[in-house]
């Protein structure tokens, strides 16, 4: 549940520690990130293994506001339900963490399936499956629908940064 926080350099740890705090400051600050160069934008939490990038607000907020803790009441839960042996799927699996975290726990005798349909987040999934060797998971970048044949297009506004602040912009129907 607790991962720590492993700087790239003195300079992003530096400024990470001098932030000061206040309501809505964790969209000012991943702002701010990404401004700024490659080296002080990627941060590494040690457990788990998963790289959090500084300008998305929410992969901001678990590493300045939660010390590195990410979804501590889910995580528990899966903790505490999945077992050796299961099927796990993690639908929106974005970065993989939670990816992560179901593969360690149903093993080699288990399976997960993570689901992202965003493009770019996907490739940020397959990375952390490869920096973690988890070979018991199986990727796929596709939206869900209870609707066959929909496809959806997305589109953020422009003061979002976070991939939740999408939202559907046409919609096709194929026969």
Same mark, same amino acid.
């Given at each position: ?7 790239t ?7 990470l520690?001098m932030m000061?705090?206040?309501k809505?400051?964790?969209? &000012?600050?991943?702002?701010l990130f990404?401004?700024l160069?490659t ?11 998963i790289i959090l990038?500084l ?10 506001m939660?010390? !590195? ?22 639908v929106?699996?974005?970065?993989g963490?939670f990816?992560r975290l179901?593969?360690?726990?149903? !093993?080699d ?7 992202e ?6 490739l940020?999934?397959?990375n952390?499956i ?7 998971? &199986?990727?796929?970048n596709?939206?869900?629908?209870d ?5 959806v297009?997305?589109e953020?506004?422009w003061y979002?940064?976070s ?13």
């Open positions: 549940m607790r991962g720590l926080i492993k700087y350099n003195k300079l992003q740890e530096f400024l520690k000061p705090y206040f809505g400051s964790w969209l &000012i600050y991943s702002n990404r401004l160069p080296s002080l934008r990627y941060i590494k939490l040690e457990d788990p293994d990038d300008s998305d607000p929410p992969q901001f907020s678990i590493v300045k939660r010390n !590195g803790i990410v979804e501590p009441a889910l995580t528990k839960f899966i903790k505490q339900t999945l077992r050796e042996g299961d099927i796990f799927i993690d929106g699996a974005n970065w963490y990816t179901g593969s360690k726990i149903v !093993g005798t288990g399976l997960v399936i993570a689901i349909p965003i493009r770019a987040t996907f940020k999934l397959l952390t490869d920096r973690n060797k988890l070979f018991n998971v &199986i990727c796929f596709v939206a869900l629908s609707v066959a044949g929909k496809l297009d997305f953020k506004p979002q940064q991939t939740s602040a999408f939202s559907t912009k046409k919609r096709k129907w194929e026969d």
